[in-house]
């Protein structure tokens, strides 16, 4: 009989959100507006309090392009993005004709180094005769960035932060939830993410004026006109109340599936500690709360006696899903020839690195499967070892 499959991060249904999506069907609201965007926007303005506006979107991509737009990025401008990410913080800015600037990272949050930061942003002027339009730090895996150290050179140079949250819904930073520090700030609402809307995200605004211009432009910039008049360009990036239905249902189980994520968390800490050569990427402080969206490793093929590649293999060959960590941006093709600042941290932490079955449905007994695969890796190297040491002999 075939052995279950473990999936990296499958979506987790509270039970309520047929309730919001039959109550769209049953009164007809079935298009990007509706009681359901209003309830969800509503939902999330209060779990992130500091008093945010908070906008539905199709996508986290969405949200970021509609936050370059609002920072006036145009083309020819430069923005500044944390380079190990997910292809989707970068993007955005080529849709606007700017180039992305990429810092690596530092080696405690594995987010973007604030003295790599410093030194790209007076590069750039001296280079350019300008600064940087933007600042683009990412909550990676869950993990807040050093917020502090980045928005206070933000600040020094008077550069615009537009905060990624996409895989950080829950997270804290001293005790702020992460989303709120930046002039913007990202969510995403994927099917793998800490809740889901199917797809979507949303776009985190200080005030009600930006709140209102996001929606402007994510409904195809239409004027106030009794007819369609646009004299700007828009988009069609406007969440469906279907969608948000599913996101109202999903916020009953936001704060369970937090605990969960952060119980498996600490079982991996717990399972594979004292293995050498393998070590679980955990908060530096306490200053960091992590909602541990994915669980990382980072596996040291010297000390191990196995490349992180042979876990993946070996995984794969157990039906059990597992993930390398992202590729660099500064390493991806299509950004060839992009300014880039780094220490080779992200590369390393790219060759190294394995993201592993994290989500809110696994059971204790899914994890002690994960687990057994990567100690039988051990055993077996100490079986080859031993073999070799008997053949010596």
């Known amino acids: 009989m075939e052995t279950k499959k473990i999936w990296l991060s499958l979506a987790k249904m509270s039970g309520r959100e047929q309730d919001f999506i039959q109550e769209a069907f049953e009164t007809n609201w079935v298009v990007p507006l509706g009681p359901n965007v209003d309830g969800f926007e509503h939902d999330l303005q209060n779990y992130l309090g500091e008093d945010r506006q908070v906008v539905a979107l199709s996508a986290g991509t969405a949200a970021l392009h509609l936050a370059l737009i609002q920072l006036d990025v145009k083309a020819g401008d430069e923005v500044i993005c944390q380079s190990f990410t997910f292809v989707a913080s ?32 007076q590069d750039r002027f001296n280079q350019t005769g300008k600064y940087p339009k933007a600042i683009i730090p990412v909550h990676l895996y869950g993990m807040p960035a050093k917020m502090k150290e980045i928005l206070a050179i933000a600040s020094g140079y008077n550069i615009p932060v537009l905060e990624d949250a996409a895989e950080a819904l829950g997270s804290e930073y001293k005790g702020k939830s992460c989303g709120t520090f930046g002039d913007f700030g990202v ?48 988009y069609n990036y406007r969440m469906s109340n279907i969608c948000a239905g599913i996101g109202r249902g999903q916020m009953y189980v936001l704060e369970s599936h937090l605990a969960r994520r952060r119980e498996i968390h600490s079982l991996y800490l717990k399972k594979l500690s004292g293995l050498k050569g393998l070590t679980v990427f955990d908060k530096p402080s306490a200053e960091y709360e992590s909602n541990f969206w994915l669980t990382c490793i980072q596996v040291n093929p010297v000390l ?34 992009a300014p880039y600042y780094g220490n080779g941290i992200a590369e390393h932490l790219f060759e190294n690195g394995l993201c592993l079955p994290s989500g809110p449905n696994l059971t204790d007994v899914d994890i002690e499967r994960v687990v057994d695969v990567i100690q039988g890796l051990y055993s077996k190297v100490a079986s080859l070892a031993e073999s070799a040491e008997n053949v010596a002999i």
């Open 90 to 121: 970068a993007n955005p800015i080529t849709y606007l004709g700017a180039t992305p600037v990429f810092i690596d990272s530092e080696a405690e949050t594995w987010n973007m180094d604030p003295l790599l930061l410093e030194t790209a942003i």
């Open 187 to 234: 969510l995403s609402f994927n099917g793998n993410k800490m809740i889901t809307t199917s797809g979507g995200g949303a776009l985190i605004c200080r005030t009600s004026k930006e709140a209102s211009r996001t929606k402007f432009y994510a409904t195809q910039a239409r004027d106030n006109a009794p007819h369609y008049q646009h004299s700007e360009i828009g």
């Open 304 to 337: 191990c006696g196995f490349a992180r590649e042979e876990v993946r293999m070996a995984m794969d060959a157990a039906n059990i899903e597992t993930r390398p960590l992202w590729k660099p941006m500064h390493l991806q093709p299509v950004f060839a020839g």
